[in-house]
């Protein structure tokens, strides 16, 4: 008879593939797409074998385990799942689950385990068989079948073997002759021996018999295929079943009992299963440090010690600075190599004692038991930032980091473990705060800074509906004609309490908060209805530029955004110029190639800014569609000599010539820094040597008075 097989899964294509697959091997198929299509086949119909995916439309894979196992119905499961957590699995394995196939999964897999479930399922229903037709003519040795999966032994009533099946040798390497005669304690673990001596010496044969007992048996090593299985290759775990047998005895008429029949399964792999599973439950995969679950419960010891015997902790709050930057450009799994290489040196830095853990992305929280001082914390913290300081090698990328540390101290900074997090993380942004690299201690007073920037965070949503947010605009000078050419669009945000705000004041809070997306919409739109002002005035044609949010460049709907905007407010793309820095084209070059490609299609021209601050290979500026290239202010910054020399701005300079790429130097501030940049051929700049960032009217009114001057008298206006 044909195996019946019932594949359930809602994805149409996965379960025809699944099904054209299965019918190759000659199986009787039954197939649902819903948990009350599978209720019922289950319910009406028997099967051998179950293929359940977990994500069902109207019930989870887990209701319908425990259908099957509430009706006792005689079918095994194998469960398919897409779900990446440890959750499901542990649910599939607690309920009885044959196997746990991960999607996707290979062709291979699927057959071995579908055939291996079908034959250990034979080999039980023939397990069944031969023990019901043996059970009251032949109660004694063919009860015993050498075939089974399971080692399957009797024991007369000294507690010694009589028989065991060949299963011992193939699972503990030790010859059936070794053991006739034999007291069962010979395979026992010394610490499982007293448990072993109530299942071994087993008398009940009901319900209230010995089932699922665990125990560890001793294995040989060397030999054998069950000590090549085991952790310690010296042991294996079973799961005993055993039954007192009795013969009648006429003469006091009742039963003698003269010995105990076991059965026991080897359970090595499940059990190691169920380790890897709780091991990871409470162990981050990646790095392979304990994750947050387990730093709270090592801190809670922590803490009930420290408030046992009168001592002081300290909990460190650890966040990397420029991770961001280093994953966004060189890829996620050069980020992950680096929190790996992060984490063991971590480890280096730390006492015997101390607990280093992951939180999540570039967190990390560490506890120091048994403080006798401050210092202490201050000392082990300082060892982090000095061996972070040193260069991390991913690949032949030589990348460096630092770290922001904030420390709490029981008892003086909380007494519970969410107070102690919560402070080491205020005090951690206190130190990216004041300028990053460096570790703080909490003190009280962070908490008002903390609260003000919670305050800041609420405001910031209100600001879009409350219309707080404002385009100012800082002009762009050619310095050969003195003439106006462009100007660089900058948010600000006049907040009802603190006044005018700068973006770099709250961007950073919109950025953390999931707010770029809809800032950026405004921004569009406002940048554009200011142009279409400027337009209906009559005033000439110059270039606005704006600043593109790298996760506005990822959302698929930004080319549709951008034309939208233009059309609505009947802008010129050759009028629109949008700014972003290198990272973006690093982090996904293909995509941000074919975002760029449809801009210049529509006319728009793309600049990168801040140019040279990243990590920037020359080799994007020929695969990118750029026009201009920004030379960043920290650059300028530097120029303090007109006739002094300056070879990073030079060699901007020489590249840009080179690619016959535009050219602006941002944050010119001094005669000497202009002069010096217009002699070696940046021609075209903005600053506050020219022109602060203004309002629209006040542009407006800039723009009117520059270009009523004729061109021979323009003068390179600054206004404040």
Not at 403 to 424: F, N, T
Not at 515 to 528: H, K, N, Q, V, Y
Not at 632 to 658: C, K, M, T
Request: with cysteine; charged share 25%.
């Amino acid at each position: 008879m044909l195996p019946r097989l019932l594949l359930v899964d809602d994805e149409p294509r996965q379960l025809a593939s699944l099904h054209d697959l299965l019918r190759e091997r000659g199986y009787h198929l039954h197939t649902a797409a819903t948990g009350k299509d599978a209720l019922g086949l289950i319910s009406s119909l028997r099967f051998d074998l179950v293929l359940l995916d977990l994500r069902l439309p109207d019930m989870s894979g887990h209701a319908i385990m425990d259908f099957i196992n509430e009706q006792a119905i005689a079918a095994d499961v194998i469960v398919m799942s897409g779900d990446v957590g440890i959750e499901a699995a542990i649910g599939a394995l607690n309920r009885g689950a044959y196997g746990y196939l991960r999607k996707p999964y290979s062709r291979e897999e699927l057959l071995k385990t579908v055939t291996n479930a079908l034959q250990q399922r034979r080999l039980q229903h023939a397990n069944r068989r031969i023990a019901s037709q043996l059970e009251n003519s032949e109660k004694l040795y063919r009860y015993l079948v050498d075939s089974s999966p399971d080692i399957i032994y009797t024991l007369n009533h000294e507690g010694r073997f009589t028989f065991i099946n060949d299963r011992a040798y193939q699972l503990l390497g030790i010859a059936r002759e070794e053991l006739i005669g034999k007291h069962y304690t010979i395979l026992v673990h010394d610490e499982d021996q007293e448990r072993a001596r109530y299942v071994f010496n087993e008398r009940r044969v009901d319900e209230r018999a010995s089932r699922n007992v665990e125990l560890r048996l001793k294995c040989r090593n060397g030999s054998g295929h069950g000590a090549e299985r085991t952790f310690s290759n010296t042991l294996m775990t079973i799961s005993l079943n055993a039954i007192g047998m009795h013969v009648p005895d006429e003469d006091v008429r009742k039963l003698e009992f003269f010995g105990t029949y076991g059965v026991a399964r080897d359970i090595t792999d499940r059990k190691h299963a169920e380790e890897v599973i709780s091991y990871q439950a409470y162990h981050d995969i990646l790095t392979d440090l304990p994750n947050r679950m387990l730093f709270k419960d090592r801190l809670g010891l922590a803490v009930i010690q420290a408030k046992r015997k009168g001592a002081e902790l300290a909990v460190m709050f650890i966040d990397l600075d420029r991770f961001k930057l280093v994953n966004d450009t060189l890829g996620h799994v050069k980020g992950d190599e680096l929190l790996q290489q992060v984490a063991l040196r971590l480890k280096e830095c730390l006492r015997r004692g101390d607990t280093l853990a992951r939180q999540g992305g570039d967190e990390f929280t560490i506890v120091l038991p048994e403080l006798v001082q401050r210092e202490d914390a201050s000392a082990i913290a300082q060892k982090f930032l000095e061996s972070l300081h040193q260069p991390f090698d991913l690949d032949g990328h030589e990348v460096h980091i630092s770290a922001s540390i904030g420390i709490a101290v029981y008892p003086h900074d909380g007494e519970s473990i969410d107070e102690l997090l919560r402070h080491a993380d205020i005090a951690m942004y206190q130190v990216k705060a004041l300028g990053k690299n460096g570790h703080s201690f909490y003190h009280d007073s962070m908490l008002d800074v903390s609260h003000q920037k919670i305050a800041l965070e609420q405001s910031l949503r209100k600001a879009l509906e409350q219309n707080e947010l404002e385009m100012y605009y800082q002009p762009q000078i050619d310095m050969v004609t003195g003439r106006i050419v462009g100007a660089e669009g900058l948010m600000r945000w006049n907040h009802p309490q603190r006044g005018l705000l700068t973006a770099g004041e709250f961007l950073p809070f919109a950025e953390d908060n999931g707010l770029m997306l809809p800032i950026s919409d405004w921004m569009l739109g406002a940048l554009c209805r200011d142009m279409q002002i400027w337009n209906a005035a009559g005033g000439q044609s110059i270039r606005l530029s704006l600043n593109l949010s790298p996760q506005y460049l990822d959302r698929g709907d930004f080319f549709e955004k951008m034309r939208g905007a233009l059309v609505r407010y009947g802008i010129s793309p050759a009028q629109i110029e949008v700014e972003i820095t290198e990272n973006i084209c690093i982090r996904s070059p293909q995509y941000a190639i074919e975002q760029l490609n449809k801009l210049c299609q529509l006319g728009v021209s793309v600049a990168i800014d801040d140019f040279g601050t990243g990590y920037s290979s020359l080799s994007y500026l020929h695969r990118f569609p750029i026009h201009t290239i920004k030379i960043d202010q920290s650059f300028v910054r530097e120029i303090d000599d007109e006739h002094g020399h300056y070879p990073v701005i030079l060699a901007i300079i020489s590249i840009a010539r080179g690619l016959g790429l535009h050219l602006i130097a941002e944050g010119v501030e001094t005669d000497v820094q202009a002069r010096y940049l217009k002699s070696h051929g940046c021609v075209t700049m903005q600053g506050y040597l020219f022109h602060f960032p203004v309002t629209l009217a006040s542009f407006i009114c800039v723009l009117e008075e520059h270009f009523a001057v004729p061109d021979s008298a323009a003068p390179a206006a600054r206004v404040a």
